[in-house]
Nanobody, 121 residues
């Protein structure tokens, strides 16, 4: 059984920074690509970024390129999303998900419960 737990969400002012963490437990997690997703109330869930099991990452949203950075520490079974220069439109619940395979671009099989990020003055 694979478990993913997100943390690090908070209420921050515009221009602030947060680092979200996705802590994973289970078997074979260092072979899985991990993605970050977000969903605001009344809106579709959207993919933010993904990092492969072997290093390279992909950014999916033009609106966060240059501001958000995904990374992973396989020794700690943790994936991070560093978010800088936050904007009100970044407000959403952020989820991490494990792909069940090593590359970014296929289905995600395991999901965390999410952590709330609110950007407001």
């Amino acid at each position: 059984q694979v478990q993913l737990v997100e943390s690090g969400g908070a209420i921050v002012q515009p221009g602030g920074s947060l680092r979200l963490s996705c802590a994973a437990s289970g078997s074979g997690l260092d072979t899985y690509a991990i993605g970050w997703f977000r969903q605001a109330p009344g809106k579709e869930r959207e993919a933010v970024s993904c990092i492969t099991s072997f290093g390279p990452s992909t950014d999916f949203l033009d609106s966060v390129k240059g501001r958000f950075t995904i990374s992973r520490d396989n020794a700690k079974n943790t994936v991070y999303l560093q978010m800088n220069s936050l904007k009100p439109e970044d407000t959403a619940r952020y989820f991490c998900a494990a792909a069940g395979h090593s590359w970014c671009g296929g289905p995600y099989d395991y999901w965390g419960q999410g952590t709330q990020v609110t950007v407001s003055s």
